[in-house]
């Protein structure tokens, strides 16, 4: 599936599942390789596109369809029936969509997610938000993006509307608040780099939504911008792997100073375990695993990878299974789930082990920083330095340099002062809003 994001972009999606296939979502915003690896890899029956976005993709093999071509229109011009009974009817075993995901080996992988697993997380979905008739979604998300599911199919089953915003709108903050406006829009998804540029552009508009937050850890000073203005705020988590979202949070003015990713979903449970596969006790750090209705079943023609990833449940019946994400969580007193950082988040530099986001956090303390980033580069071999990015608040001049290094001085220790600050106007997004 390749197509501009429209009202077709919708239709096509439904039509696929109705036909009785999955769909693959291709966005040309992505290298050319990568789009030609996941074409080779996934393989598909057939690409549903038009001549404009065929003439980006790069050569492949299988059969094309092209929705603008004269004998496409002839055909859909056709008196059909909407109500026709589906070519294969809906199991929950057959696959609903294939994403493909970064991989540490330098390919994408493949996550098959079954339709019973998205059905499951749709309804949760539903039943959570109670969008009704009167509600209107800005959909903001690349098809790309598996969040883009919640964006699209949930209003549909509600009663609900969609508005699905133009890529170059998403770009372009001031005019996604104007649609945002002029739309009627009630509810809005997007990562927190997204909802930072709306805030900034015009913090009015947040005032109108209930506001869906995920994708990437939720900062503090973010949720309470966000808090003390929407109508709602709800914090989402959840990998690829287990469909979309696996957790949930209500973000109020009171917690919103502490963010947590919250309980499971309908149809999930949680663990918080040690490398042993043991429970840890509430307040100690353990990594996160998923299991319940929406763990998919594994990647797409890698075996080996999908046993390392997907293991199986003690704590569930026979042949239960549950997903390693990798994160680090800890339980709080009052039972919900409190994000940390990745894994292996850590990085070590010069003996020490950093957490970078302790030093981001310090550096976006300050009053003339909207948002601040800190890897680790090794621009020479065996020489590795901090360096911090950071981007000014709106209508100020940005921090001194000295004064980013001098605060960074005060609260760290001095192997955590970074090296390098980068005043930037703006952070580089991927396709998929993240940073």
């Known amino acids: 599936m390749a197509l501009p994001r429209s009202v077709e972009l919708v239709v096509s999606l439904l039509a696929v599942w109705k036909a009785g296939a999955a769909y693959l979502p291709l966005d040309t915003e992505y290298p050319a390789d990568r789009l030609a690896y996941m074409l080779e890899d996934a393989d598909p029956t057939l690409v549903l596109t038009d001549s404009r976005i065929r003439a980006e993709l790069p050569d492949f093999t299988m059969p094309a369809l092209l929705l603008d071509a004269q004998d496409t229109q002839t055909a859909l011009a056709e008196d059909v029936s909407s109500d026709a009974a589906p070519l294969a009817p809906p199991t929950s075993s057959r696959s609903a969509y294939v994403i493909y ?42 098809v790309g993006f598996d969040i883009a599911g919640l964006e699209l199919f949930v209003p549909l089953l509600s009663g609900a509307a969609v508005v699905v915003a133009a890529r170059d709108v ?9 649609l945002a406006v002029g739309s009627g829009a009630t509810v809005m998804q997007a990562t927190p780099s997204l909802w930072r540029a709306v805030l900034a552009e015009d913090p009015s508009v947040v005032g109108r939504l209930r506001v869906l937050v995920g994708g990437e850890a939720l900062p503090s000073d973010l ?21 979309v979202w696996s957790t949930a949070w209500e973000v109020t003015e009171q917690n919103a100073r502490a963010p947590r990713i919250g309980r499971p979903i309908a149809n999930t449970q949680v663990f918080v375990l040690d490398g042993g596969l043991r429970p840890v006790p509430v307040g100690v750090p353990g990594e996160l695993y998923i299991a319940g209705e929406g763990v998919v079943r594994g990647y797409h023609g890698r075996s080996a990878l999908t046993a390392e990833r997907f293991v199986a449940g003690p704590f569930g019946g ?19 789930l409190e ?73 760290l220790p001095e192997y955590m002062v970074p090296s390098a600050f980068v005043t930037l106007d703006v952070f580089p997004l991927t396709p998929n809003g993240k940073l």
Not at 106 to 119: E, T
Not at 170 to 178: E, F, N, Q
């Open 170 to 178: 998403v770009r372009d903050p001031s005019a996604l608040c104007r």
């Open 101 to 142: 995901t970064s991989g540490s080996t330098g390919r994408p992988k493949g996550v098959v997610v079954p339709q019973g697993a998205f059905v499951n997380f749709l309804s949760s979905m539903g039943d959570r938000f109670g969008l009704g008739v009167e509600d209107r979604l800005l959909a903001v998300t690349t």
């Open 318 to 336: 026979a042949g239960s299974r549950m997903y390693r994400t990798g994160d680090l969580v800890r339980w709080t007193k009052d039972g919900e």
């Open 223 to 243: 949720a309470v911008g966000l808090a003390e203005r929407a109508v709602s705020v709800t914090n989402l988590y959840g990998p690829t792997e287990t469909t």
């Open 339 to 411: 994000y940390l950082s990745r894994v292996d988040d850590q990085v070590k530099l010069r003996g020490f082990r950093i957490e970078l986001g302790e030093i981001e956090a310090v550096l976006a303390s300050h009053e003339s920083v909207a948002q601040a980033a800190v890897l680790v580069r090794e621009d020479r071999p065996g020489d590795k330095r901090l360096a911090a990015y950071v981007v000014a608040t709106s209508g100020s001049d940005g921090p001194a340099i000295a004064d980013l290094r001098a605060l960074a001085a005060e609260q």
